[in-house]
């Protein structure tokens, strides 16, 4: 038997789960629509990802790439990698994007969700890696889905970019 014991939820339990995850989510959406918080017009010469996602973004890529010494030049690069994957998803998953990043720039939800209390480009790496730990690690499918949503993309992202090929000792695409 493992020393790590998984807790079983009950029916009524999982219930009450899903309908507070949904509330939360529902509620957070529909503040940042009303707010102002949350435009649906993506930022300038972008196509997916608006003006509020690229703070989050910006600090979430440099901690999890870890020190590169082309990270503070390519950020803006792999940001535009990462609207361009984007723009080529379906809308459904551009909805899906939007909704966890403004989950993520609401005050309120952000420090519950994330334990970064303050806005995104003021936290620590060590902030962040532990935002992204907890979601990895969470109970809660929908927070695992957005870990490695996050994750996926922006590595994705990252590691698209020529200058990033050096430190994963790839030589490139063959010539042809």
Same mark, same amino acid.
């Not at 890529?61 to 590169?68: D, E, K, Q, R, T």
């Given at each position: 038997m493992s020393s790590i014991t998984q807790a079983r939820l009950s029916r009524r339990e999982l219930l009450k789960l899903g309908a507070g995850a949904s509330l939360v989510l529902t509620t957070a959406g529909m503040t940042a629509t009303l707010t102002g918080c949350s435009s649906s017009e993506p930022a300038t010469d972008y196509q997916v990802l608006r003006t509020s996602d690229l703070p989050i973004l910006g600090a979430i *890529? &440099?901690? *999890?790439?870890? &020190?590169?010494p082309a990270m503070p030049a390519q950020i803006p690069a792999a940001l535009r990698q990462l609207d361009w994957s984007l723009a080529h998803m379906s809308t459904q998953i551009h909805q899906d994007i939007h909704e966890m990043l403004d989950l993520l720039s609401m005050g309120i939800t952000r420090g519950p969700m994330t334990g970064i209390w303050g806005r995104f480009e003021h936290a620590s790496p060590e902030q962040v890696l532990a935002f992204l730990a907890r979601w990895r690690?969470?109970?809660l499918a929908l927070l695992r889905e957005g870990h490695a949503a996050l994750t996926q993309l922006l590595l994705v992202a990252w590691y698209a970019l020529p200058a990033t090929w050096d430190s994963i000792e790839y030589p490139g695409p063959p010539a042809i």
């Open positions: *890529l &440099p901690a *999890l790439v870890g &020190p590169h690690d969470s109970r």
